[in-house]
Nanobody, 127 residues
Framework: QVQLVESGGGLVQAGGSLRLSCAAS????????MGWFRQAPGKEREFVAA????????YYADSVKGRITISKDNNKNTVYLEMNSLKPEDTAVYYC????????????????????WGQGTQVTVSS
């Protein structure tokens, strides 16, 4: 079993910053990468960024490039999402998910390829 716990969300004014964390526990040795997605009310889950565990390769959605940075701490099995210059349209519940090495060898923006979603953390950006 794998558990993912997101944290770090909150209410911030436009232009502000937040740092989200996703801590993985359980059987993590088979994980190829971790990804962050977000979902606003009434909208589909949207890819934000992903990072591979071994090489640290990264992949970003065009909408967040230059404002958001994904990083990892292998010792802590934790992935971070540093978000700067936040906009009201960044408001959503942010989730992390796992790309299993058995099924994936490249980073992906397709949520259907991810497993073991966490409970999410709410990010609200006020204008």
């Amino acid at each position: 079993q794998v558990q993912l716990v997101e944290s770090g969300g909150g209410l911030v004014q436009a232009g502000g910053s937040l740092r989200l964390s996703c801590a993985a526990s359980g059987r993590t040795s088979t994980h190829y990468a971790m990804g962050w997605f977000r979902q606003a009310p009434g909208k589909e889950r949207e890819f934000v960024a992903a990072i591979s565990w071994s090489r640290g390769n990264t992949y970003y959605a065009d909408s967040v490039k230059g404002r958001i940075t994904i990083s990892k701490d292998n010792n802590k099995n934790t992935v971070y999402l540093e978000m700067n210059s936040l906009k009201p349209e960044d408001t959503a519940v942010y989730y992390c998910g796992v790309l299993e090495s058995l099924y994936s060898s490249t980073l992906s923006d397709d949520p259907r390829k991810y497993y073991y979603w966490g409970q999410g953390t709410q990010v609200t950006v006020s204008s």
